[in-house]
């Protein structure tokens, strides 16, 4: 596969030339979305060469069979499949009879290009068909953010060395499946098609999960930007319409095709209203019009660049690269839905089989938090606040009880669907993350209301769930935590987890904390909360006897908290040693031998240190930094990005910037080899925060917001903004002055560098 064939470009990434190796590797690359729906970069036209086709809908899913012969008890009903959804933005091409398909025809000048600053894609390309006719093809495709159940084709074809017959058929494909689908099973049922002059809807249901799902399409023609009416022969099958229509054209004229479609779904909607639904929005896409429509979309990704944008400066690929992960998260959840999450593909493959992960609590919150309108975090926090039952009957089913919660590892809808046993019953931190997340969000925001009115109920609920499952040891009269895989999955059923161990006491007392403040500030809550919790004075005291009493793991050799028991056992050799014939090791070496060896997949006593680096000295988290880091294989997407933030904060920008690297372009570049299955949308976030905490220094410990600058030597300045209660903070670097701007009204008080300052409107200060 020819890597680095993106061309680099500020704003756009672009591909030049078709190469059909790396085809699916762009259709992920090039992927759009709208928070709400998101597809792969297919090709409208018919292509036969390998494709991944997809198109998802967020929230929909399929909960595929997960029993196996070696059933344990507590496993998960199902595995959720996120679903291809039916396919709306297809058109077969023909030019005078002859089908357009650019596996069988050469494709010249082809050019592609996500626009990242205006929100849409589009693809050209001249092509000489075996009949001898040459024809250029150009293609603008978007999902609106501004009516998110609509996206919008323009699709034109222009004769280059011929007078003759074009022909174009738009269709809705229900008969669509998974990529990872199994034995050719299908998860949608076709319902109803309903065909009007201009406009098709297909309605079609999820089996087992019957999800409602209105598909449409509305088509009209243009010749040389003329609208033109053109007759057309309807095809209904049984699980797809067609709607043909022919036109003469001479050479040098420019036939386009305008199609709007997409999904009505029963989450939004009731079932009998989607088929209206869906001719309602194409009918309202219609009257705005294609460039209307897109006129709008350039004005919703100007509004959302103002606040997010980072901008650097002397490096376009680096550039190009912030914006990507910054546009892919856009894409990906745009905040206002809280039954909605940030899956680590997003829309852009099928890979994880779920939305949520424990990424969005450490990892997206940030991004989200500093960028957008604080009721995004909000609404994230609050996806999780409505999922406490099932998290509570997650935990029982486990063998716990009296209200504690275990929070899926995996989910859609606050259910576990995830079967791998090391993961579902042992890595258990994702637990601590949801706390962490409340207690970040409030730190950053100053909501406290937050607590009160609904944190403080998971938080007593995980409270629990950490005094039950850890082991009071006689031995050691301390307590254990026993049996689990931390962050670092290349470690199963270990003991002592020093991050898990860590952040338990941390949740167990920062709820007690939580709890005393409400007792004294919000008595109303309290009682409530105390009366449907049932919490006692003395179940308080038997967390905060597990909180005090806890175990971790140490080396008085090197001085370091150990990632879990017998950690030291292991033979350590860095990964410099190791072959690159052995890299990269989950794909190289049996599990065994992985578990065994010392090499750690991502951040994992790292990951403490950066959540928690008020807690310990700078000296401390560096020794650790030095013995962790050499043996961290980052062969997760998460990790880079953790490095290169605790890198910059002990003033090593070789390494932080090369760690950026690694995490900046690592779609882009491939530098996994698995492009082709989507993105990593989530550790996306991490690059964010590579910058703005990593190169920024940015930290909010306390609710005190503090910066300590500083810039790789390769660039000549960046920037970046942060949303930080109400004030718009902007933040400028360049290699000899850092200046801080705030664009609102509301002052904000800073730490730069140990300095205090207050930075008031339009205030400019120069460090
Ligand atoms: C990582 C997990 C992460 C998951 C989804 C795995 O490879 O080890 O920490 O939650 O991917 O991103």
């Known amino acids: 596969m020819n890597l680095n064939y993106i061309i680099p470009n500020e704003w756009s990434i672009i591909e030049e030339g078709f190469?059909?190796?790396?085809?699916?590797?762009?259709?992920?690359?090039f992927s759009i979305g709208n928070g709400a729906m998101g597809q792969r970069a297919n090709f409208e036209e018919h292509y036969s060469g390998k494709t991944f086709q997809g198109s998802y809908i967020g929230g929909i899913y399929y909960p595929d069979k997960t029993r196996v012969g070696w059933w344990k008890n507590g496993y998960p009903e199902y595995f959720a499949k996120v679903l291809n959804a039916p396919n709306w933005i297809g058109i077969d091409v023909k030019i005078n009879d002859e089908q357009l398909d650019l596996n069988s025809c050469l494709a010249q000048d082809f050019y592609r290009e996500?626009?990242?600053?205006?929100?849409?894609?589009?693809?050209?390309f001249k092509t000489t068909l075996k009949n001898g006719n040459q024809v250029a093809v150009e293609s603008v495709r978007f999902l609106s953010l501004d009516i998110n159940e609509i996206g919008a084709i323009k699709y034109s074809v222009t004769p280059l060395n011929f007078s003759g017959e074009i022909e174009?058929?738009?269709?809705?494909?229900?008969?669509?499946?998974?990529?990872?689908?199994?034995?050719d099973e299908l998860f949608w049922e076709v319902l109803d098609i309903e065909d009007r002059d201009n406009d098709a809807v297909i309605l079609s249901k999820t089996l087992k999960t019957n999800f409602y799902v209105a598909t449409g399409m509305r088509f009209s023609y243009e010749l040389n930007g003329q609208t033109i009416k053109l007759p057309h022969t309807v095809i209904e099958g049984e699980k797809r319409i067609d709607?043909?229509?022919?036109?003469?054209?001479?050479?040098?004229?420019t036939l386009s095709l305008i199609k709007f479609g997409g999904y009505c779904q029963s989450m939004n909607h009731t079932e009998d209203e989607l088929i209206s639904c869906a001719q309602n929005n194409l009918s309202n896409a219609a009257t705005i019009g294609f460039d209307g429509l897109l006129k709008k979309q350039k004005e919703a990704w100007a509004k959302i660049w103002e606040t997010s944008d980072i901008i650097i400066d002397g490096d376009v690929k680096a550039q190009q690269a912030i914006r990507f992960n910054i546009f892919q998260l856009n894409q990906t959840y745009s905040g206002e839905d809280s039954r909605l999450n940030i899956g680590p593909k997003g829309f852009t493959g099928e890979k994880y089989g779920g939305s949520t992960y424990w990424d969005t609590e450490a990892y997206c919150i940030p991004f989200y938090m500093s960028t957008k309108d604080k009721e995004v975090a909000r609404n994230l926090l609050l996806y999780r606040y409505n999922q406490l039952d099932k998290a509570i009957e997650n935990a029982e089913k486990l063998g716990f009880n009296s209200g504690a919660a275990l929070y899926p590892m995996v989910t859609m809808n606050g259910e576990e669907c995830h079967n791998e046993w090391e993961i579902t019953f042992e890595e258990?931190?994702?637990?601590?993350?949801?706390?962490?997340?409340?207690y970040n969000y409030v730190n950053y925001t100053g909501d406290y209301n937050y607590i009160p009115e609904f944190g403080m109920e998971v938080m007593i609920a995980v409270a629990r769930?950490?005094?039950?499952?850890?082991?009071?040891s006689n031995a050691k009269n301390q307590y254990m935590i026993l049996g689990v895989t931390g962050p670092n999955e290349y470690e199963n059923n270990v003991n002592n987890n020093f991050y898990t161990n860590y952040l338990a006491?941390?949740?167990?007392?920062?709820?007690?904390?939580?709890?005393?403040?409400?007792?004294?500030?919000?008595?109303?809550?309290?009682?409530?909360?105390?009366?449907?919790?049932?919490?006692?004075?003395?179940?308080?005291?038997?967390?905060?006897?597990?909180?005090?009493?806890?175990?971790?793991p140490i080396s008085e050799k090197h001085n370091i908290y150990l990632q879990q028991d017998g950690f030291l056992d292991k033979e350590i050799i860095p990964v410099s040693e190791l072959s690159k014939r052995d890299r990269p090791i989950n794909q190289k070496w049996s599990w065994d031998r992985i578990l065994r060896s010392c090499y750690i997949k991502q951040a994992d006593v790292l990951q403490g240190m950066y959540l928690f680096e008020n807690n310990f000295e700078k000296e401390t988290i560096e020794k650790h930094f030095d013995f962790y880091?050499?043996?961290?294989?980052?062969?997760?997407?998460?990790?880079?990005?953790?490095?290169s933030i605790l890198a910059a904060s002990f003033d090593r920008m070789p390494k932080a910037y090369e760690q950026y690297l690694r995490t900046s372009r690592l779609d882009l570049d491939d530098y996994n080899h698995e492009v082709h299955e989507g993105l990593h949308i989530t550790s996306m976030a991490g690059t964010w925060s590579a910058i703005v905490q990593g190169f920024g220094g940015m930290r909010n410990f306390d609710g005190q917001l503090s910066f300590h600058p500083q810039i790789p030597k390769e660039w000549k300045s960046y920037s970046f903004k942060i949303n930080f209660r109400g004030s718009t903070l902007k933040v400028y670097k360049n290699q000899t002055e850092c200046v801080f701007t705030n664009e609102s009204e509301i002052p904000v008080q800073i730490i730069v560098d140990g300095v205090e300052k207050i930075i008031s409107k339009n205030d400019l200060v120069t460090i």
């Not at 190469?19 to 690359?29: C, G, L, V």
């Not at 769930?465 to 009071?472: G, I, K, M, N, S």
Request: proline share 2%; charged share 25%; hydrophobic share 35%.
């Open 629 to 643: 880091e050499p043996i961290t294989v980052h062969e997760s997407s998460l990790s880079p990005c953790i490095h």
């Open 428 to 438: 258990i931190h994702r637990n601590g993350a949801m706390i962490y997340a409340i």
């Open 505 to 552: 006491k941390w949740c167990i007392e920062y709820t007690a904390e939580n709890l005393e403040k409400l007792q004294n500030e919000f008595k109303a809550d309290y009682d409530r909360i105390i009366e449907t919790t049932k919490l006692s004075d003395l179940e308080i005291e038997a967390w905060l006897k597990v909180a005090n009493l806890m175990y971790f």
């Open 465 to 472: 769930f950490w005094h039950q499952r850890a082991t009071y």
């Open 168 to 183: 174009f058929t738009p269709y809705i494909d229900a008969g669509i499946k998974n990529e990872d689908t199994n034995y």
């Open 114 to 124: 996500l626009n990242m600053k205006d929100g849409f894609l589009k693809r050209s």
């Open 243 to 253: 709607y043909t229509s022919k036109k003469l054209i001479a050479i040098g004229e």
């Open 19 to 29: 190469d059909k190796t790396q085809a699916t590797a762009s259709e992920s690359i």
